[in-house]
């Protein structure tokens, strides 16, 4: 798997996109992390469920869902990783530092929501 | 002088008690044996691809990884192409990424200080850096590189100025770090091997900079 942090044109227009093919969140997106807590292992860290971030990159090209792989479940479950940046004031109320520090994590696009 | 036993030659001249293992194997030690056992036994692997995969383990070490930023240092196409993709970067110089994880490649400057981690296990750039310390791994370091980093880079001895921003990348499915850790100043004439010399292991986790003192009589003063 290669990683793009740019995006990049298509060469031709008119081509017609499989659902889930295409990111569907673009750079400087605002998005919120799911607070779901599924029973099982998930590549979520649960203190970061519920926060605000904005999309910094989008992880080229898209991969499996590995979270539903777990269970033997792949057909059709690829979508992308996006790279989110969250300042950690917005973590952690009572965070020491300076306000520009942040945290960055790759999250997928099922556990997403625009804002 | 070694204990002298029949059919066991010592022939080393110092004496040391018996390499032994006296604790019992814990829950996940019988488990790790158990799935291992069956997975020989159903022909699903074999011993020797055990075995292989525990020797490529080992011989990926941070001296891959020095590599790879002293080429960054000294080739500004190169560091472009390892900014860009961290992967194609580090395969164009044959490093193989055995395990089919992707690379970001994070420049430290004088505004930003990248700090990697992995709170939920022990994600690491395995192919360029090999195992990660123990204490990587550790709860205390996961837990509180997220939380208080600035923290935890001061007991390392990193203190990181106010205005510079610290940005925590903490790894999860796919996608690996590496901290490019900025050039020390007054290694200009420093050819590639010298530079890769002064790039340890800590200094792609982002807990401490490159710096031309790195031995350790410069440390012991902290």
Redesign the interface.
Known sequence: MKTKTTKRKPNFTGIVWALGERPIFRPGDNVRIATRSPIGHYRMPSYLRGKVGRVESVIEPSALDNEAEGFGRNAGSKLHYYRIGIPMTEIWADYQGSPRDGLRIEVFETWLEGI | MGITQPGHEHDHDHSHAEISQSAPPGYYEIMETAVRELLIERRLIGADEIRRQIEVLDFRTPALGAKVVARAWTDQGFKARLL?????ACEELGISFYD?????VLENTDKIHNLIVC??CSCYPRPVLGLPPDWYKAKPYRARA??????VLAEFGTIIP??????????????RYLVLPRRPEGTEHYDEEQLAALVTRDTMIGVVPATVLTERSSNDEH
């Open positions: 860009a993709n961290g992967r194609a089919d994880t992707s690379l970001i709170t939920l997220v939380s208080e980093p600035r923290a106010d205005d510079v921003e610290v940005r925590v990348s903490d790894s999860t499915a796919m996608v």
